[in-house]
């Protein structure tokens, strides 16, 4: 009993009300007022960094999620949200859908995020590939994903890649 | 047989007991593995798994690196046909140097190529001036001149006085279909509507707020209809039901009281009795002009609504009504003649 009251005690989240209700109250130190570590930290889209400075960045990487609309862009272009823009959330789980699916299929290629943009009733993929893969591999997958992809989701689906020969290209700054 | 009866746990053992023809065929046990060493002067036994080789995949390096494209392209090329349509910006074919992006310290401005930041952004390469002119070109043999006798706005509105007017909407999406695409507004001046008083006055009461005074517009909306064509009629049928009905002059019109008014009518109101009773108390004999000239005015303050000028003429005219003169006008003032009554 008493190691639990020290424990709660002890405890430095508590607050003074806390400590106060413990001998106003009786069985008060059975009902912990549950505390966390401070938890309120923003932690999207950061990287540590590194003591050597080895670690790799993108210019996406290296400009966190509130740089958004300063020194970023988006990655996805449509009209959903406009005012009475419509079908929006059909847009972003096809969005999520495409992203998984260009990632899985130009597997360990993509150098950049990909791009979506839409047009009318045209999808447009863009993103940077690493030339890992001969021409004629990167020409079948081009329209093994358009087919595929115009098929599941109703609407031409035009990709527009920029290939490029070293990774060192794409990359911004080492943290 | 002999080797049968015989249980060797032994590896070393078991090998000893074959023939000696047959070790030299023997199998090796997956887990030691004796090798020959040809050089050396014992074997190595080597203890473990096997080492699985890693494969790695053979990354593709071609051959000769091609030059960017816009090497090949002539300096007076047509643009317009190297760039036709939306495309997003790929930095071998467009030929001028072109940076985006905040600069790392110590580092310039990232340049176009591997820039996913100009990727991303819509660009207007498709849209250079010689390309617009050229469609506009094309449009042109679509297009009709304006009709002659339209010139001018009061032309317009005397020949087509209704205006209809609906939108529809793009959205980026596979569906055409947007509701808000039905709407159709009607809008009307009601002076080319040929209506007279009553009617006009009818009509107004019918139409309510859709009538807006300052611009002199009556604007009808429907959206009650799915479609656009429907709601169109329904404008149509609407307007000349309105103005039907308010040509017509209903029986139980003329039940209409001093309360359902729409302005403000001096004969027969109390005001008009009480100017009287003062005429013909001051015993003036025509005071037709007196009388009509402070009925304007009543009129004017109820129907305008007070302010400086009108209340500034009622005045002049209640003076004018009761004889009175302002003291400041005239040194030997006359004596100024107090009645009693109500001016209203």
């Given amino acids: 009993m008493s190691a639990i009251l020290q424990r709660f005690i002890s405890r430095s989240q508590l607050s003074l009300w806390h400590n106060t209700v413990q001998w106003m109250l009786p069985g008060a130190e059975l009902r912990g007022l549950h505390t966390t570590a401070i938890a309120n930290k923003a932690q999207a889209g950061r990287y540590r960094v590194t003591r050597d400075r080895s670690r790799p960045l993108t210019y996406e990487m290296a400009n966190q999620p509130f740089k ?9 272009w449509n009209t959903t949200s406009l005012l009475e823009g419509m079908r929006e959330p059909e847009t972003v789980v096809e969005d999520i859908f495409i992203r998984r699916f260009m990632t899985g299929t130009w597997h360990n290629l993509f150098l950049s995020e990909v791009i979506i943009k839409r047009q009318h009733n045209m999808v447009r993929i863009a993103g940077i590939v ?16 358009e087919e595929l992809l115009s098929y599941w989701l109703k609407c031409p689906v035009k990709l527009e890649l920029q290939t490029v020969t ?9 943290i | 047989m002999f080797l049968q009866k015989v249980y060797v746990l032994d590896m070393r053992a078991q090998q000893l007991l074959r023939p000696l023809a047959c070790r030299s065929l023997a199998t090796s046990h997956p887990r030691a593995e004796i090798k020959a060493a040809a050089e050396e002067e014992f074997r190595t036994l080597e203890i473990g798994r096997k080492k699985r080789e890693r494969f790695t995949a053979k990354t593709f390096k071609p051959a000769t690196m091609l030059p960017p494209r816009y090497k090949q392209q002539k300096t007076d090329q047509d643009w317009g046909s190297v760039w036709p349509a939306a495309r997003t910006f790929h930095p071998a074919t467009v030929p001028f140097p072109v940076r985006q992006g905040y600069p790392a310290s110590g580092q310039p401005t990232p340049d176009k190529w591997a820039n996913a930041e100009l990727m991303k952004i819509p660009n207007f390469l498709h849209l250079t001036p010689p390309v617009i002119k050229r469609q506009c070109e094309a449009l042109k043999k679509f297009c009709t001149p304006w009709p002659a006798g339209l010139e001018t706005t009061a032309k317009q509105e005397k020949h087509f006085p209704v205006t209809v007017s609906k939108s529809s909407y793009l959205h980026s999406s596979p569906t055409i279909r947007d509701p808000k695409a039905r709407i159709v507004t009607l809008k009307v001046h009601l002076r080319s509507l040929d209506l007279d008083y009553h009617g006009r006055d009818k009509l107004l009461r019918l139409v309510g707020e859709r009538y807006d005074a300052d611009t002199d517009c009556l604007t009808l909306v429907a959206d009650r209809c799915p479609l656009s064509q429907q709601n169109y009629d329904y404008c149509q049928y609407l307007l000349t039901v309105l103005y039907n009905e308010s040509m017509k002059t209903e029986p139980w019109e003329h039940e209409k009281e001093l309360v359902d008014l729409e302005k403000y009518v001096w004969e027969g109101s109390p005001s008009q009795a009480a100017a009287q009773n003062v005429v013909t108390a001051r015993g003036i004999n025509d005071a037709e002009e007196l009388l009509k000239e402070y009925g304007q005015v009543v009129t004017d303050l109820h129907n305008e609504g007070e302010d400086e000028a009108t209340v500034l003429r009622y005045q002049e005219s209640v003076m004018k009504l009761l004889g009175l003169t302002d003291p400041q006008d005239t040194a030997t003032a006359s004596e100024p003649k107090y009645i009693q009554g109500e001016v209203c």
């Fill in chain 1, 130 to 145: 690493h030339q890992k893969i001969n021409a004629q591999k990167m020409y079948f997958l081009t329209g093994y994903c």
């Fill in chain 1, 166 to 174: 070293d990774k060192q290209d794409v990359i911004y700054k080492y």
């Fill in chain 1, 68 to 76: 958004i609309a300063h020194r970023k862009s988006w990655n996805s």
